[in-house]
């Protein structure tokens, strides 16, 4: 029995020791083994984030140092996902009404247009009419509220509120790669809309027609009525055109005939229209490559001093002799240069050549100034002081020979970015005129902070002069208020006799027009500048 005891005292003894000695080694396996499970999770979270899915949840759920670790990583993968949201926000909304921008437009033709079974859809192109005139006005701030309100109107006009209307992004505002399954409205550029129709969005005429309807009843904003109206151009897939370029092109060519015609109007793609397309396309293609084969050759529209009539400048105008066309009016090839985006490239072409030529002038011993007209899509150009400098240098011109025009509208765009480039223009010594003045709505207390050196006023306000004595009037208040604010006085568009006598009783510096003379070849310039230099009165001479 003892012995029995004794064995009995040994295994208890035995176990106790066994299990004071295992006891700390499976609690040290099992919590081992839990923070390897732990570390694994981390792991496999960061391999996904390092792979580009910051949607997979980091499951540790531990107090220890590993928990606070994937804790760190659940904050770093929020903010990614804030951050791409904000990214793919800006990149495809635009800023001003919250729509879609013209890159999602394109992306989702795209996906209609190469989607199995999808056998039509169509595309309105909608511009607001009369828009500008009420930016110009009111401003800016009126401008945005204004197109805020459109889109809202033309969302109701198409059946949907604004928030039920179709984004085709994901919630992390990608884009979806698959077609719209409903009405798609985003904002193009500037007052242009476009809205992308599936079948099942309903007739399109109909719609386009109710957006007119919704757009005549006037806006109040701001305590100001202001009225927009809207001239929509309708394109359909695959009948009008089989790829996205091709689609808005024809629907924005369509828009354009809408305008021509009267405004506040739908215009379908027609036979007509489709060969316009067509045909315009293919001068936009010899334009392309007459600017790169250096094709484009200017003509110079003399400017005269008062009252003596001496040549003392010129207004470079681009010309362009196509090889089987003939010539081109800048009337065609200019808008389609801009249309086209080719506007930087040709202004850029057309000021070289203009002070290539004035460096040939000072060659022969005459001094003549050049006036050379800068797009807007050249003028927003950071590097536009520097480029223009670049070419002075490159001749040997000195900036005060050449003279920058920008229209009156492009002064009042953007103030501040336009009254930033002005100085540094005539900081680097070049002048500016504001051309077309009058045929914007300028704001003259802004205008009269902008560093211009000439006034050029447009031939709308001449035209009759000679015949109602409140046009001469205007003429004379526009001219003495630029008169006191520093600036030269420039007239152009003067054609006959009886508007320049008119003209005469006002203070001005300079004229232009038929009447004086028409674009001459760059040759025919010296002989000019000599002959009014030469002759008492050009005008009733006829040599001019």
């Not at 030269?488 to 006598?501: K, P």
Request: with cysteine; charged share 20%.
């Amino acid at each position: 029995m003892q012995v029995i005891e004794t064995g009995l005292a040994g295994w208890k003894l035995t176990l106790s020791i066994g299990l004071s000695v295992l006891m700390p080694a499976l609690i040290t396996f099992l919590a081992a083994k839990k923070l390897t499970s732990q570390i694994l999770a981390l792991r496999r979270s960061t391999e996904a984030l390092v792979a580009g899915d910051f949607n997979t949840p980091v499951n540790v759920d531990c107090a220890c140092e590993v928990g606070g670790l994937a804790d760190s990583f659940s904050k770093m993968a929020k903010r990614l996902n804030n951050n791409i949201l904000r990214m793919n926000v800006l990149a495809y909304a635009d800023d001003v009404t919250g729509l879609p921008n013209r890159a999602v437009v394109f992306h989702l033709l795209d996906q209609l247009a190469k989607t199995p079974g999808i056998a039509s859809f169509s595309v309105l192109f909608i511009d607001l009419d009369g828009f500008k005139r009420i930016n110009d006005m009111h401003g800016h701030e009126v401008g945005d509220e204004l197109l805020r309100r459109s889109s809202g109107r033309i969302a109701e006009a198409l059946g949907k509120r604004l928030e039920d209307l179709e984004t085709c992004m994901t919630t992390m505002g990608e884009l979806c790669n698959e077609p719209p399954r409903d009405t798609v409205l985003a904002r193009f550029s500037g007052d242009e809309f476009v809205a992308l129709l599936p079948q099942s969005s309903g007739n399109a005429e109909e719609l386009a027609a109710a957006i007119l309807t919704s757009l005549e009843q006037p806006f109040e904003i701001d305590g100001a009525e202001v009225h927009v109206g809207a001239s929509i151009g309708l394109a359909r897939y695959p009948k009008d055109a089989n790829t996205p370029e091709d689609l808005l092109n024809m629907a924005d060519l369509a828009m354009y005939e809408a305008k021509r015609t009267g405004r506040g109007r739908v215009v379908c793609v027609t036979s007509v229209l489709r060969s316009q397309w067509q045909d315009r396309r293919d001068v936009e293609n010899a334009l392309r490559h007459a600017i790169e084969n250096d094709e484009i050759c200017l003509a110079f529209q003399p400017r005269f001093a008062t009252p003596d009539l001496t040549c003392n400048a010129v207004e470079a105008l681009a010309r362009w002799n196509h090889p089987t066309r003939g010539p081109i009016s800048p009337a065609i090839f200019i808008p389609i240069a801009e249309q086209a985006g080719l506007m930087p490239l040709l202004g850029a072409v057309v000021f070289e050549q203009a002070v290539r030529q004035c460096r040939a002038w000072q060659d022969q011993g005459h001094s003549i100034s050049v006036s050379v007209n800068v797009s807007p899509a050249e003028f927003t150009d950071p590097n536009l002081v520097r480029r223009l400098l670049g070419v002075l240098e490159k001749y040997e011109v000195h900036p005060d020979l050449i003279e920058v025009e920008i229209t009156e509208t492009m002064a009042m765009g953007d103030f501040e970015t336009t009254q930033e480039q002005m100085m540094a223009l005539r900081q680097a010594g070049l002048k500016i005129a504001i051309d077309d003045f009058g045929t914007g709505y300028s704001n003259l207390s802004q205008l009269s902070r902008l560093p211009y050196t000439s006034m050029k006023l447009d031939r709308s306000l001449v035209i009759d002069v000679s015949s109602r004595p409140r046009s001469l009037e205007i003429v004379r208040a526009v001219a003495a208020m630029a008169k006191t604010l520093g600036h030269t006085i420039i007239i152009e568009g003067i054609e006959t006799r009886e508007q320049y006598e008119a003209l005469s009783t006002i203070s001005i510096d300079e004229v232009q027009g038929f009447l004086f003379s028409n674009p001459l070849q760059p040759d025919a310039i010296p002989a000019l500048v000599t002959l009014s230099k030469a002759t008492t009165s050009p005008l009733q001479t006829g040599t001019v």
